[in-house]
Structure formats: C-alpha cells, structure tokens
C-alpha cells in the first residue's frame, strides 16, 4: 500500500487535505468509498492521517533498506 498525504494550501494557509492510497485491487469498487467515509467517521482523521504517517515512514525504511 502506498498512501500519500497531500496539503492543499492557498495564500500561504491550509484549507485542505487530499489524501492518495493505493493497493493492489484489479479494478475500482465503490466500497472503497463507504469504506474510507466509514472509517472517517469512526476514527477521525488524525487516526487515518498518523496511519498515512506510519505507512510513509515504513516506505522511507524500505527504501534505505533496499539503498543500502
């Protein structure tokens, strides 16, 4: 899985967040979607943001690893 977190800024200031993850599915499916709203509302978005964090900190990892 590879998450990215995208801070959208206008005039020097935060006004959103877009946040890319992809896995390997074969095709779209809309659960996707009421998957992703679900565990926003459940879990808030700091949760899934630090998620986005440990996923990009594991990627930072593995690229030293497979660099070394």
Same mark, same amino acid.
């Given at each position: 899985?590879?998450?990215?977190?995208?801070?959208?800024?206008?005039?020097?200031?935060?006004?959103?967040? /877009?946040?890319?993850?992809?896995?390997?599915?074969? !095709?779209?499916?809309?659960?996707?979607?009421?998957? &992703?709203?679900?565990?926003?509302?459940?879990?808030?978005?700091?949760? /899934?943001?630090?998620?986005?964090?440990?996923?990009? !900190?594991?990627?930072?990892?593995?690229?030293?690893? &497979?660099?070394?």
């Amino acid at each position: 899985m590879i998450a990215i977190r995208h801070i959208v800024m206008h005039n020097g200031r935060e006004c959103g967040k /877009i946040i890319y993850d992809s896995k390997n599915h074969n !095709a779209w499916r809309n659960e996707f979607v009421t998957k &992703l709203k679900a565990d926003q509302e459940l879990k808030g978005d700091a949760d /899934i943001l630090k998620k986005i964090e440990e996923a990009e !900190a594991l990627l930072r990892s593995l690229r030293g690893a &497979l660099s070394s």
